[in-house]
């Protein structure tokens, strides 16, 4: 069994997510080739782990790989905001959500991920659901392409790409990613291919919308958060910036004290106290050792909280009150 993906910040992710009793419940919502996963279950024999992907295939491989630690993980298959409403489990001490693209589909997943490679333009985490990049990228307006690769890409020549694409879907559909790489690569000025490749935002931009991942992030966060058990700590990483954006504006806003609308305010015996600590404030970014080991860190950032209130249970008791 091939391990092509390297965990990112792991020891920082190790130190500040370590158990602080004897037998907790480690939530890895997503697992990936479970490298995070690997590391927590060998250095801490007393915790316990599920594992959560909404791809079966490189689920698969991290199961391969934690066979060792036995009847210590237990998985799920799907995407980890949709476990997280389901609140028959066991409430986790800990959750961890790593929210960047596995190295195995860049290089082994063989969907379009990489814009250094030709293969089927498909882009899907989960391949059961929703429409392939070549489908979204058939289906759009010039206007709406161009949009989207501003929106979710923040990509500056984001009409100039856009047209492009549009002329060479006049000839024919575009399905694969070796052939989007140089639609967009020869749309861009010269001066643009810099350290990071043209295609790079562009390809960023599809992911993100073929996989809904900004739109899930939100309720994924508020689902996490209202699971884990009070003094529990949730550690997410990001490697862009509109989710480290979502990210920590949601863990800032939970850090406050509720005190209610400028129209309606909350007297004070009423308000409700901040849910969370937030711990490192700017966040954790690699270190330049590692970024040189490891170049796809770079962009790397681990926000952590850990849960002071129980905001149901604070609720609930207000209304008793």
């Known amino acids: 069994m091939e391990i092509v993906h390297t965990p990112v910040l792991l020891e920082e992710t190790l130190q500040l997510l370590a158990p602080r009793q004897a037998g907790e419940l480690m939530i890895d919502a997503t697992v990936g080739e479970g490298g995070h996963s690997y ?8 915790l316990r782990l599920i594992g959560i992907d909404a791809d079966r295939e490189i689920q ?17 298959t ?3 905001y949709a476990f997280f409403a389901d609140s028959s489990f066991e409430k986790p001490d800990t959750i961890l959500i790593d929210l960047g693209v596995s190295q195995y589909h860049y290089k082994k997943g063989a969907r379009g991920f990489s814009f250094l490679r030709d293969e089927v333009l498909d882009m899907r985490i989960d391949r059961t659901q929703g429409l392939a990049a070549a489908e979204l990228i058939a289906g759009l307006s010039e206007k709406a392409l161009a949009d989207l690769l ?60 073929v996989n809904g991942e900004l739109i899930r992030l939100q309720e994924l966060l508020e689902r996490a958060l209202r699971v884990l058990k009070p003094g529990g700590r949730v550690g997410v990483i990001t490697f862009h910036s509109l989710e480290d954006r979502i990210v920590k504006h949601f863990f800032r806003e939970k850090s406050k004290d509720y005190t209610g609308t400028e129209e309606q305010p909350i007297y004070e015996d009423n ?22 080991s490891n170049p796809s860190s770079r962009s790397a950032r681990l926000r952590i909280v850990e849960k002071v209130v129980d905001e149901d249970a604070y609720l609930h008791a207000k209304e008793m009150w």
Do not use: C
């Open 271 to 292: 308000r409700m106290s901040r849910s969370v600590k937030v711990l490192y404030r700017k966040g954790i970014t690699p270190g330049e050792a590692e970024i040189r």
């Open 39 to 46: 590391a927590f279950l060998s250095r801490f024999p007393d």
């Open 78 to 80: 799907g995407w980890s």
């Open 150 to 209: 501003y929106t979710y890409g923040e990509e500056r020549y984001a009409r100039r790409i856009a047209r492009s694409i549009t002329e060479a879907k006049s000839k024919g559909r575009i399905n694969r990613s070796g052939v989007l790489a140089d639609i967009v690569a020869r749309a861009v000025p010269s001066r643009y291919r810099g350290s990071i490749h043209p295609a790079t935002r562009t390809f960023q931009a599809l992911r993100i919308v």
């Open 60 to 76: 698969e491989v991290a199961k391969q790989r934690l066979k060792v630690f036995g009847e210590r993980v237990h998985w799920y």
